[in-house]
């Protein structure tokens, strides 16, 4: 049995470090949140501009960037403009010049902070066009609202997910040159969607997703996000996709911290909370699928290249030095990190960092 390996440190192409900026008593804190990261074992990180307001100028963008860089030393933080009527195209010129070149696109109303999102795509056609041009990434969050869809639709938290491929088709056909990357794969409709476009669209998948289902969500409200997780077979999808060593499906964790106290409230908001333990808990579970090693006891390439080579290819950044060391020592997750519930609190997984 192999006890020890060892891993190119990461990249988590998907987070939510929250605000830098009080709003309210339970808002979490971005300066404590950006370091948990890096204790987890990754690097750089994609930071989801969904704050309250949200992040649709390049100042603001570059104002966080600063707060996590300081919070953070070491950690490399990319930051994600905020698609709405607040963002101008003019703006995403001055954001690409400055090194903002992601663009996240919530449908009005589907998740946390997306209540300013977008209610009608074609309204934003000038945005795409100019992001093509300049060779920016469209992050989208793949969910039909309720509200585009007439009720005989059957939308609702299972369906969501698929019922929103018609309008991604119909905007890779209208830009075949923008990069589109849809965010947090659940399903294997999506899977299977993303796998057949072309190069320039890959998918993000997160940790939850490859260990969860629906029926875990109903019973630990710290499982409670969006995309909910679904059956046996959509899971089943999404480790067949990785294991195969696809490479338009890379890491992105959606770490979504919120207090405890509203996590347990009747209004439960959507989040799974992963960072801290981000890595061991990736390496637990493709161990469990038997996509970590091979019959040898020699490290797969599939880890790898899903937390650090597959999304950075896509995204045209330098590789990251250095790496990352795992021991087989089980650890305790904890049950409470700066007053949030974290992804399996108070369960012991095999892998720690050395
Ligand atoms: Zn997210």
Redesign the pocket.
């Known amino acids: 049995m192999t006890n020890i390996i060892t891993l190119p440190i990461g990249d988590d192409f998907?987070?939510?470090l929250r605000q830098f900026k009080k709003v309210d008593e339970l808002c979490m804190d971005a300066r404590n949140l950006a370091p948990l990261g890096l204790q987890g074992g990754f690097q750089r990180f994609l930071a989801?501009p969904?704050l309250k307001p949200p992040i649709t100028s390049t100042a603001q963008a570059l104002e966080y960037q600063k707060v996590l860089e300081e919070s953070a030393p070491g950690g490399t933080f990319l930051m994600s403009m905020y698609l709405c009527n607040d963002l101008s195209v003019e703006e995403l010129e001055t954001a690409h010049k400055a090194g903002v070149k992601w663009v996240k696109l919530y449908p009005s109303g589907v998740?946390?902070n997306s209540d300013g999102g977008v209610d009608d795509i074609e309204e934003y056609y000038p945005h795409f066009e100019r992001m093509q041009e300049l060779g920016m990434f469209l992050n989208i969050?793949a969910e039909l609202p309720k509200s585009w869809a007439p009720e005989s639709l059957n939308v609702f938290s299972m369906t969501a997910e698929a019922f929103f491929i018609p309008v991604l088709q119909d905007i890779i056909s209208d830009f075949p040159d923008l990069k589109i990357v849809i965010?947090?794969v659940s399903s294997r409709v999506m899977v299977d969607f993303i796998a057949t476009r072309d190069r320039n669209v890959g998918g993000t998948i997160t940790a939850h997703h490859l260990l969860t289902i629906l029926d875990d969500s109903l019973i630990d409200r710290s499982l409670t996000c969006k995309p909910t997780p679904k059956s046996p077979d959509d899971r089943q999808a999404l480790l067949d996709v990785i294991d195969s060593g696809n490479k338009k499906f890379w890491l992105?964790s959606?770490s979504?911290p919120h207090p405890t106290s509203k996590k347990l409230s009747y209004a439960c908001p959507c989040?799974v909370f992963s960072s801290l333990n981000l890595l061991p808990i990736l390496v637990h579970i493709f161990e469990q699928n038997n996509m970590l090693l091979g019959e040898n006891g020699e490290l797969l390439n599939t880890l790898p290249n899903f937390i650090s080579k597959y999304g950075r290819e896509f995204y045209k950044l330098p590789e990251l030095e250095g790496t990352v060391t795992l021991v087989r020592k089980p650890q305790k997750i904890p049950e409470s990190i700066f007053g949030a519930t974290p992804f399996l609190h108070g369960k012991t997984i095999d892998w720690s960092i050395k």
Request: avoid cysteine; hydrophobic fraction near 15%.
């Open positions: 998907h987070t939510h989801m969904n998740t946390t969050h965010e947090h992105g959606d979504a989040g």
